[in-house]
């Protein structure tokens, strides 16, 4: 447990205190109301029926997350009967009674503290000395096949270790362990004592190895074999260099990826704490807003992934405050989960048909809610992602990445600082294709895809314009040092092997520079920026020049 981690379980612990301690000293108004209810006299026992049906609608929501579910059950018991009570069907005085002596012996079974089991996090906190290089491992009785991956990888600033013996490869693992494992299965048995070794390596909660099986065919039994081995990537001889790379770099950007945003909107002050420190457990990101009519601000400055509702709140109701979230379009793809010990079925549907995407019922288990949360969360950001990215190489679609551009020349004006607009385009690209084929070329454009984000800053700004043609915008960055960064780009580019049809080629490109005037509109610098490429390509190709 790190020590982060023990911090949490402290904060949990303390929260359990203060509930229970919350519990006891509110418990003698609870007993003195339901002496009151009970008693035949007392003529205003709607009103008091009333106000203890509410507490034990909130206990039943809450004793559960705090360690007592019996308790909670209770609760849900007794606020049903007061329910059915308050519509007309008698006076249950006698059961009633017994029901409440339960739930005092239950209470004092809980005096004493235990400890809540850890969850471990679903999400490894982002590294930030994290680059888009990766350390890879190959295992392979042919040697040729390690050599190719290893110039196929070194453009892109990978590091490859090549490994013919299972005692060595070994070795190698136990002491340093690689980002992606590459297994070579094709007509070989697996060495004695692989299986084990694997299921040791990707079982270790602390790794992040990914391994890649490569195989004789693609065929059902063979996905199978190797999913049974643990494995993310399945790929065939002759190794497709630029898909490997790409599904690297698919691994290495979800990685970078910022924690997943909650955002918590409960009025139970301690309840809402608590999830905020299961979510926070679980390596995500939480925010709470216990005041609903706030939760507007909250949603501003947080951009979160997933907005948990509580369904009855003062004031306003979840499914209210779903559908104001809902006014505004740039809310629209943000999931709405409801929290509630609502346990009525036709108003979870009426709360879902107004606006929100799933109900989660309380009391939940600390793992139940940070697995949903999570699995909601990871599922809402791949969906953003896919509406943004273009499919082929995974950057910025045009009208995104000009968007951004404007975003950014905004900022140059603010900040005063320079900002370089670049357009990029693929030389003689309608050979690549015409020669070896339309797939072939998508290659080419996605490693030069992969290049570019690997190569630049996660500040940068990268977009595929066109087909063969990249927009970018690299702030705070003079024209000079933008020169030579892409120059290097190209030059490193050109060494990247392509596999044809029988033999292997390089491709180059061509860039235009300028720097942003912040005077001019978006078109106008883009517009400068293709000219100096036009330029480009004027004199002689495979050139950077400048505006
Ligand atoms: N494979 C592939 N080709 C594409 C894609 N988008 C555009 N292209 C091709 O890219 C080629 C661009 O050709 P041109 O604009 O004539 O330029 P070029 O051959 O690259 O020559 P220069 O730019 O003058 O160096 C066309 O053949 C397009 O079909 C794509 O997504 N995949």
């Known amino acids: 447990m790190t020590a982060s981690q023990q911090d949490i379980q402290a904060q949990l612990a303390a929260l359990r205190n203060s509930y229970l301690l919350r519990l006891q000293q509110d418990w003698p108004e609870i007993t003195a109301q339901a002496g009151?209810?009970?008693?035949?006299?007392?003529?205003?026992?709607?009103?008091?029926?009333?106000?203890?049906?509410?507490?034990?609608?909130?206990?039943?929501?809450?004793?559960?997350?705090?360690?007592?579910?019996?308790?909670?059950?209770?609760?849900?018991?007794?606020?049903?009967e007061l329910d059915a009570w308050l519509n007309g069907g008698g006076r249950p005085e006698t059961e009633l009674k017994q029901q409440f002596l339960h739930m005092v012996q239950e209470l004092s079974h809980h005096t004493s503290n235990k400890p809540e089991a850890s969850a471990a996090p679903l999400f490894q906190p982002v590294d930030d000395e994290f680059t888009r290089k990766a350390h890879i491992a190959i295992f392979s009785k042919d040697a040729d096949l390690g050599k190719q991956l290893t110039s196929a990888m070194d453009p892109f600033g990978h590091q490859v270790d090549s490994f013919q013996e299972f005692d060595a490869l070994k070795a190698a693992l136990t002491s340093d362990r690689p980002d992606v494992l590459i297994l070579d299965m094709s007509g070989n048995r697996l060495p004695q004592g692989m299986k084990s070794l694997l299921q040791q390596l990707l079982i270790d909660e602390q790794s992040s190895m990914v391994l890649f099986i490569v195989g004789k065919k693609e065929s059902f039994n063979h996905y199978l074999t190797a999913v049974r081995l643990g494995a993310g990537g399945y790929f065939i001889k002759p190794l497709d260099a630029a898909a490997i790379e790409l599904r690297i770099q698919r691994l290495l950007t979800q990685r970078q990826q910022a924690r997943f945003r909650i955002l918590i909107v409960d009025?139970?002050?301690?309840?809402?704490?608590?999830?905020?420190?299961?979510?926070?457990?679980?390596?995500m990101e939480a925010k709470v807003v216990n005041d609903p009519t706030k939760m507007l601000i909250g949603l501003q400055g947080f951009q979160p992934d997933v907005i948990l509702l509580d369904v009855n709140m003062p004031d306003c109701t979840g499914p209210e405050l779903a559908q104001i979230i809902r006014f505004k379009d740039?809310?629209?793809?943000?999931?709405?989960?409801y929290l509630s010990s609502e346990t009525d079925s036709q108003r979870q549907l009426d709360a879902l048909v107004k606006a929100g995407d799933d109900f989660i019922s309380k009391p939940i288990t600390d793992q139940a809610l940070a697995v949903t949360v999570f699995a909601r969360a990871q599922r809402a950001r791949q969906l953003a992602e896919m509406m943004t990215r273009d499919s082929l190489t995974g950057l910025l679609q045009h009208a995104t990445v000009k968007e951004r551009l404007s975003d950014e020349i905004a900022k140059a004006k603010r900040s005063k600082q320079e900002l370089i607009v670049v357009m990029l385009d693929l030389d003689h690209f309608k050979r690549v294709n015409d020669q070896y084929g339309h797939l072939v070329g998508d290659q080419v454009i996605s490693s030069l895809a992969n290049l570019l984000q690997q190569k630049l800053r996660k500040t940068d700004v990268i977009g595929r314009y066109g087909g063969e043609e990249f927009l970018l915008a690299l702030p705070d960055c003079s024209l000079q040092k933008a020169k030579s960064i892409i120059d290097?780009?190209?030059?490193?580019?050109?060494?990247?092997?392509?596999?044809?049809?029988?033999?292997?080629?390089?491709?180059t490109f061509s860039a235009g520079l300028a720097r942003v005037d912040t005077s001019q509109s978006t078109d106008e610098n883009i517009d400068r920026a293709d000219q100096a490429l036009y330029q480009a390509k004027h004199n002689g190709r495979n050139r950077v020049e400048l505006a």
């Open 36 to 80: 009151q209810l009970l008693d035949e006299s007392n003529t205003g026992w709607q009103s008091i029926a009333k106000t203890l049906k509410q507490r034990f609608h909130t206990l039943a929501g809450s004793a559960g997350t705090f360690g007592m579910p019996q308790l909670g059950q209770q609760a849900k018991a007794l606020e049903m």
């Open 488 to 507: 290097g780009i190209r030059q490193s580019f050109q060494a990247i092997p392509f596999s044809g049809q029988e033999q292997s080629f390089q491709c």
């Open 330 to 337: 740039e809310w629209l793809g943000v999931p709405i989960v």
């Open 267 to 283: 009025d139970d002050v301690m309840l809402a704490q608590h999830y905020q420190l299961i979510i926070e457990q679980a390596g």
